[in-house]
């Protein structure tokens, strides 16, 4: 499977600021996938990246807030914005995988916490 | 929308039994179903995952079932070792490089 980087692996934060998280893939990917997993709780979906096209967001997340890039086939990044105590999360990023299934593989999260 | 039901949100088995961990989903038009693993403070790796055009598929200690019909899936893990423990979580998806909704996870520990 791909071999999946993220940046920062941990930060800390003050409200009202805001955060980039950058995803690195060691192969090119068609579809990236950004979600939030808060303290304790499953996995939710922000988004879908594209490569090429504006991202699709799920319903309860905006484009205003979690801003997204897909420069190219291997690099995403998420930026939380005028983050408030309540977005800190883990952030994860998953890529397709290459077998006939298109599993989906995590990157190693980003733990964000907000004060 | 999907929507994705885990049951038991926790599971204590002693070792060397078994555990069962069940899902119920929604959409009809869901296709694939994977469990994930995920240790404190790892990322969730990817155990095992079915195809709703079998209905059973194994991998070592662990299995997976779906009954397409009634919208259920579960995993199945046998001869539990301590490093079984963690949290699994399930999932649903049409399949291919397309969204996944997971369900909200079980704790899973095993007693020596």
């Known amino acids: 499977s791909a071999v999946i980087s993220q940046k920062p692996s941990r930060d800390i934060c003050q409200r009202g600021t805001s955060l980039t998280i950058q995803c690195q893939v060691d192969?090119?990917?068609?579809?990236m996938f950004w979600y939030r997993q808060q303290p304790g709780q499953s996995l939710t979906l922000i988004a879908t990246?594209?490569?090429?096209?504006?991202?699709?967001?799920e319903s309860g997340f905006v484009i205003d807030k979690f801003p997204i890039s897909r420069p190219n086939l291997t690099f995403s990044t998420l930026t939380v914005s005028n983050m408030s105590p309540e977005d800190s999360s883990i952030y994860l990023c998953?890529?397709?995988?290459?077998?006939?299934?298109?599993?989906?593989?995590f990157g190693p999260g980003t733990r964000l916490t907000v004060l | 929308g999907e929507n994705v039901e885990q049951h038991p949100s926790t599971l204590s088995v002693q070792e060397g039994d078994s555990a069962v961990i069940k899902c119920t989903y929604s959409?009809?038009?869901?296709?694939?179903f994977p469990w994930y693993k995920q240790e404190l403070g790892k990322r969730p790796q990817l155990i095992i995952d079915?195809?709703?055009?079998?209905g059973e598929k194994k991998d070592q200690r662990i299995a997976v079932t779906l009954n397409k019909t009634a919208k259920h899936f579960s995993l199945h893990i046998t001869e539990t070792q301590p490093e079984d423990s963690a949290v699994y979580f399930c999932?649903?998806?049409?399949?291919?490089?397309?969204?996944?909704?997971f369900g909200q996870g079980t704790r899973l520990t095993i007693n020596p």
């Open positions: 998953s890529v397709e995988g290459t077998g006939a299934y298109n599993e989906q593989f």
């Open positions: 192969s090119q990917v068609t579809m």
């Open positions: 990246a594209n490569q090429g096209s504006e991202a699709t967001y």
């Open positions: 959409d009809s038009a869901s296709n694939y």
């Open positions: 079915i195809r709703s055009n079998v």
């Open positions: 999932a649903a998806g049409p399949g291919g490089a397309q969204k996944l909704v």
